[in-house]
Every structure is written in C-alpha cells, then in structure tokens.
C-alpha cells in the first residue's frame, strides 16, 4: 500500500515570522507547566487488524530512525524524532512526522482551546527530500539510523502505521512529557518487540534526574525562560525520571534503542535495535535561544498584530491554504 501524503501536499504560502513563531515559543514554554501530567501512554488496541493489507514481501519494507538536532530557538530546543519507511514493494519512501497541529480559527481560539487543556497534533507524511530541506534550511544536524526488525516485528509496526493513517486516528492529545513526536515512536517500536523497550528501560538508576532537571537543562543558554519555567513548574515535574521516561527526548530515544537488543541475528550474533548510523546533515551545535525572548511576548501577546513575510523568509512556520491551516513545528 502506498502511505498517502498529508504535509507534503501543502504548498507553503504564508509565514508569520514575528507572531506565530513567537507565540509557539510562548505556548512550549507554558506547556510544561499548565496541561495535564499524565503520564499513561498505553497505545489504543488495534481493531480488526486484518482489514489493513501488508506488503507481499516484507524482507523488502525497512524502517529507519530520523532525530533531528536541537534548535537554536526556544520551541525547537529538545529536537525531534521521525520515522522513515522504504516499502520496495510498492516503490515508496515515506517520513512519518508526529510533529504537526492545526491553528483552526487563528491563535486567539487555539489558545483558548489550549488554556483547556486541549493540545490536539497529528500525524503528517511527506518525502524525506520535504523533510531534511526543511532541517536543512534551519541549520540543525539530522541522524538516520536502521532499525532490525523481524518480519513479524515489522508487520506490527507498519500496521500500526496504517492505522495512524486513518482519518479518525490521525489527531492525538499532545502531552509534553508522555505523547509526543518522539514518544510515538518510542511507543509504537515497543509495541513492534512486545515491550522488551519498556522492560529493557525500566531501571529508575538516573542520576537523580528529573523532568524539571531536564527541562531546565535545555534552557540554561536561555537565561529568561529558565528563570520562568523554574518558577513557574509545577510540583508534579519533580518525579524522578526512568529511563523510559527520559526517552522522551529524541536525542536520548536514540541513544537508548542503540543499548537494545533486536530479535534480528548475523552469523549467529543479535544485532542491536539501531544500526548502520548515517549523518544525513550535520552542522554546529546550536547557541541557545535565538532572539529576545522579550519581543517575541511582546508580539505574541498582541492580539492585533499582523505581521506577515514571504514564505521563503522563515522556515518554521508552515501555513497552507486556508481551509486546513497546517503548521509544522520543530
């Protein structure tokens, strides 16, 4: 089956370089201390799973790991996960992104549906070319890693994706810490090996971490947000972190899965779960925050303000037509 395209299908016409980008950087800041902390992430089961058709030959379907570096702004500062999947059955090669949100009827009502704890993304698909020109354009370094599944194993998890696919399954309740671009993958890898992820990731042997540990680590080269976000986190981020719970994070999502063993054997030897790393792109580490923070409040903070550049200004924010405004992030 060939995946359908969603994000790719949108050509980019607008971008608000001062408005929504700033707002988004206020929004991932308050996310971490006003939603829901919630830390249940069992994965919806799966009905009637024969009515999703799999490849005839799955030796020929490859899934690949993509992390994507931290950012130098204040939203894209933990980096982000994708799955990459090459189905030579049908000739396709496809990157699915958890990292993607509609502003349906503009930032006024997104953030009053947000203040209520309603944080709706969704699963968007385009080419890998969309996708690392995207990373390409920002700067941040891009990793690709194999990952050794049995056929088994592999038809679990691409029919998960077809599940994912479905109109009704592609929108889910974002939680900062539990349920987002990269946990979903985390999760649906899990559930491809039967949990041997979670049982692997159990151990609670961290250095005293902390989700505000972690939180206020990637913002230290950020002097305002750090000081706010340690003021205003709640109590409920002082649990300690598993190491399931720090792969959250995509750089340690990879790492993680390349300490896991796979079911995939040569000349007798498991492999690990990760292999064959490529760096796709690399470039410098990333400074921090890029730009005060103080005018981005000031701009996304006025409801009046219309601020709007050409697309090819800022890579970012991506804005389709306006009947499905699509916005991709991180």
Not at 24 to 38: G, K, Q, W
Not at 230 to 253: A, C, G, R, T, Y
Not at 315 to 327: A, I, K, L, M, Q
Request: hydrophobic share 40%; proline share 6%; aromatic share 12%.
């Amino acid at each position: 089956m060939i995946f359908p395209s969603q994000t790719g299908t949108c050509a980019p016409r607008w971008r608000t370089r001062r408005v929504y980008a700033a707002f988004l950087s206020v929004l991932a800041i308050i996310a971490v201390t006003v939603l829901p902390f919630n830390r249940a992430s069992a994965l919806e089961p799966i009905e009637s799973p024969d009515q999703y058709s799999l490849p005839a030959d799955m030796d020929g379907v490859h899934f690949y790991l993509i992390t994507v570096d931290v950012g130098n702004k204040v939203w894209d500062n933990f980096g982000h996960t994708a799955l990459r999947v090459i189905d030579e059955n049908t000739n396709t090669d496809v990157v699915f992104n958890w990292g993607v949100f509609r502003i349906n009827g503009g930032p006024v009502s997104f953030s009053y549906n947000f203040f209520k704890g309603i944080m709706n993304y969704e699963l968007g698909t385009q080419s890998p070319s969309q996708e690392f020109a995207m990373y390409r354009s920002q700067e941040r370094s891009v990793w690709q890693d194999r990952i050794n599944l049995t056929n088994p194993q592999k038809e679990i998890l691409y029919r998960r994706l077809l599940w994912n696919m479905q109109p009704e399954n592609i929108v889910y309740p974002y939680q900062y810490f539990f349920d987002n671009c990269t946990t979903r993958v985390r999760d649906y890898l899990n559930e491809a090996l039967s949990s041997t992820i979670a049982a692997q990731t159990s151990s609670y042997d961290l250095p005293s971490l902390t989700f505000r540990d972690q939180v206020k680590g990637h913002y230290e080269s950020v002097a305002l947000v750090g000081f706010s976000l340690d003021v205003l986190m709640n109590s409920n981020i002082e649990e300690p972190l598993s190491q399931w719970d720090e792969m959250f994070l995509p750089l340690k999502l990879r790492e993680r899965l390349y300490l896991v063993e796979s079911d995939v054997a040569e000349d007798g030897v498991r492999n690990k779960l990760l292999s064959d790393p490529q760096e796709v792109m690399l470039f410098a580490p990333a400074k921090g925050g890029d730009g005060p923070l103080s005018d981005s409040l000031c701009w996304s903070l006025s409801p009046g303000a219309d601020v709007v550049v050409d697309a090819k200004e800022d890579p970012h924010v991506v804005f389709c037509d306006s009947f499905s405004n699509r916005v991709k992030i991180s």
